[in-house]
């Protein structure tokens, strides 16, 4: 069986245009999810995305090695970020920054499945926050999008177009400020780091 590209299947969610801000409405879709305080590349926040990863690709084989024999490249890792004082992103107080870093799950796979691939996880590694790992819905609604490329210290041009189309729009904006990380910033050099930008809005 040929493997399954859900991102190019999900094409308006994670593969958006560079050039200009798109609006979109995003469904409720099911993610595994580590919440956390602090900023990125701190100790709490590696945890994270290794508890996160471990369960991902877990599930991944499970499913790969049970009846239906599917496999599916793992979905990108997202990230929602605010902090209770807004001006601690303009004064990169980062310490200040909360986040839920989450992987998004294809809809054969459910609670249960979710359960036994922790438990799997557990047997073979001892993770700090694998106990943090949870399974739920989330939905956005409507949102402006844009892909940034170039290192993270750099997008917030990108975040001001986005804001900028959502006001000139004559909306506001709602919810948590949205990244999802398309590129392995281990291997690809900073000015080629793909992230999409994601602001949820409301009329």
Request: aromatic share 10%; proline share 4%; hydrophobic share 40%.
């Amino acid at each position: 069986m040929s493997k399954i590209d859900y991102k190019k299947q999900l094409e308006n969610l994670y593969l958006p245009s560079k050039k200009q801000v798109v609006s979109l409405d995003v469904p409720l879709m099911n993610y595994l999810m580590v919440d956390g305080k602090g900023e990125p590349g701190s100790v709490q926040y590696q945890q994270a995305i290794e508890a996160l990863y471990s369960v991902a690709y877990t599930i991944k084989f499970m499913i790969k090695k049970g009846e239906t024999g599917l496999d599916y490249g793992v979905l990108p890792l997202e990230g929602l970020w605010w902090a209770d004082d807004m001006s601690d992103f303009i004064n990169d107080n980062k310490h200040n920054w909360q986040w839920t870093m989450m992987i998004m799950q294809p809809e054969l796979v459910d609670k249960d499945l979710v359960l036994e691939a922790i438990s799997q996880v557990k047997l073979k590694k001892s993770l700090d926050a694998i106990d943090l790992v949870r399974y739920e819905s989330f939905s956005e609604g409507l949102c402006a999008q844009i892909l940034h490329v170039g290192p993270f210290s750099e997008e917030g041009p990108t975040v001001a177009k986005v804001h900028d189309f959502i006001e000139s729009s004559g909306h506001q904006l709602a919810g948590k400020h949205h990244e999802i990380y398309l590129s392995d910033i281990r291997r690809a050099a900073p000015e080629n780091w793909k992230t999409v930008i994601r602001q949820p809005y409301q009329r």
